[in-house]
Structure formats: structure tokens, C-alpha cells
T-cell receptor, first 116, second 113 residues
Framework: ETGVTQTPRHLVMGMTNKKSLKCEQHLGHNAMYWYKQSAKKPLELMFV???????ENNSVPSRFSPECPNSSHLFLHLHTLQPEDSALYLCASSQEGRTSSYNEQFFGPGTRLTVL | LAKTTQPISMDSYEGQEVNITCSHNNIATNDYITWYQQFPSQGPRFIIQGYKTKVTNEVASLFIPADRKSSTLSLPRVSLSDTAVYYCLVGDRSSGGYNKLIFGAGTRLAVHP
């Protein structure tokens, strides 16, 4: 256990559905992250939140909408996704908000998303 | 955009030492180099981190030359449970001084009996 939990672990949705991914960290960290991991591709950073404020959006399509109500919870709202959005979505947290590799990131187990 | 370069895959046998090298030509001055390990269907897990020269912990060693444009993760006496993907993580110096997290493509290590 890393102290970062994600639900659901698996999700299958149609292109017209709306769903949400949830991440919760029990480590008292201030920064939270969403990553996308597609088959045979490097981990892609999607969003960064520091102290509940979004500090980075790496040109992610608007069909992905993050929400960070507090420093312990992070959501990724999904709507009208495409089959190519099928991937493993990973949440992570770290102690500080600076996007520097100095801060160790703790990852959740991920949500395996399949878009039909 | 800066990127890291790692071998795509490596094979080893139980009990051997494995060295995985990562190239990162545009590493930022204040950035550290971090290596993560990832097993199938799990998120990456921190292994080791360093800034220069050599760092050693109970799991691995990290060698960083003076120019810091590369780093080598060394796993002593690997076992079957070390079969995983290994990523190196550095900041992106090319983005105007704003450090972004960039994972390498990862090296898939297979340890054989």
C-alpha cells in the first residue's frame, strides 16, 4: 500500500457516457497528479494540483475535466471519450507542489479504462 | 522538448548485477534524477534519487557523472521479483526554466532463472 487509493480499479464506458475517477491520498501531501499510461507509451503527465489549485494542464482535451476539492481528493471527470482514450490512469501525490523531480511521488494502483 | 533515452529492454539472470543507463542531455541545474520501478497493473514505485556522484540505498545504487547528462541505475544480485519496467525521471530544462516531470520510455527488465 502506498497511501494513495483509486476507484474504480476497472471501468468500461461507452463514448456517450459520463463517468468519474476518484483518487484519495492519506499521506498529508499538498500536490496531486493525474497521469495517463497507454500501451507501449511513456507515462504522460496530464494535470498537477498544488494546494487544491491547478498548476499544470499538459494540453489535455476538454473531455477530461479534473477537480480537486481538497488536498486529499482528486477527481477526473470523463465525458464523450474516444476509444483511443483507453488507458491506465494513474494518480500520484507528493509532499510539495513544485514540479521538480526532487519530490518523491507516491502512485496509486491506477484505473484501467476501456472506452467502447 | 527534452527527453530521456533508455534501452527498451534488458535481460539478466538471477544473481547478476544489472546496470541501466538513462541519457538526459537537458537536465535542469537544480533538478534531481529519480528512478522508479513499475510492476504490471501497479503504479510506479520510487527506487532511488540523486543529484551527482553516487547514491546507494538498500535496493540499488545510482551513478551520476560530473556533467549529469546521464545516470546509471545499478541493481546488485537481481532476483526474479526484480522483473519490472524501470523509469528515470528528470526535469525539463528546455521549457524556459519551468521544471516539468518527464518519464523516460522505460526499460523492461526480464530476470531469468
Amino acid at each position: 500500500e502506498t497511501g494513495v487509493t483509486q476507484t474504480p480499479r476497472h471501468l468500461v464506458m461507452g463514448m456517450t457516457n459520463k463517468k468519474s475517477l476518484k483518487c484519495e491520498q492519506h499521506l498529508g501531501h499538498n500536490a496531486m497528479y493525474w497521469y495517463k499510461q497507454s500501451a507501449k507509451k511513456p507515462l504522460e503527465l496530464m494535470f498537477v494540483y498544488n494546494f487544491k489549485e491547478q498548476t499544470e494542464n499538459n494540453s489535455v482535451p476538454s473531455r477530461f475535466s479534473p477537480e480537486c476539492p481538497n488536498s486529499s481528493h482528486l477527481f477526473l471527470h470523463l465525458h464523450t471519450l474516444q476509444p483511443e482514450d483507453s488507458a491506465l490512469y494513474l494518480c500520484a501525490s507528493s509532499q510539495e507542489g513544485r514540479t521538480s523531480s526532487y519530490n518523491e511521488q507516491f502512485f496509486g494502483p491506477g484505473t484501467r479504462l476501456t472506452v467502447l | 522538448l527534452a527527453k530521456t533515452t533508455q534501452p527498451i529492454s534488458m535481460d539478466s539472470y538471477e544473481g547478476q548485477e544489472v546496470n541501466i543507463t538513462c541519457s538526459h542531455n537537458n537536465i535542469a541545474t537544480n533538478d534531481y534524477i529519480t528512478w522508479y520501478q513499475q510492476f504490471p497493473s501497479q503504479g510506479p514505485r520510487f527506487i532511488i534519487q540523486g543529484y551527482k556522484t553516487k547514491v546507494t540505498n538498500e535496493v540499488a545504487s545510482l551513478f551520476i557523472p560530473a556533467d549529469r547528462k546521464s545516470s546509471t541505475l545499478s541493481l546488485p544480485r537481481v532476483s526474479l521479483s526484480d522483473t519490472a519496467v524501470y523509469y528515470c525521471l528528470v526535469g525539463d530544462r528546455s521549457s524556459g526554466g519551468y521544471n516539468k516531470l518527464i518519464f523516460g520510455a522505460g526499460t523492461r527488465l526480464a530476470v531469468h532463472p
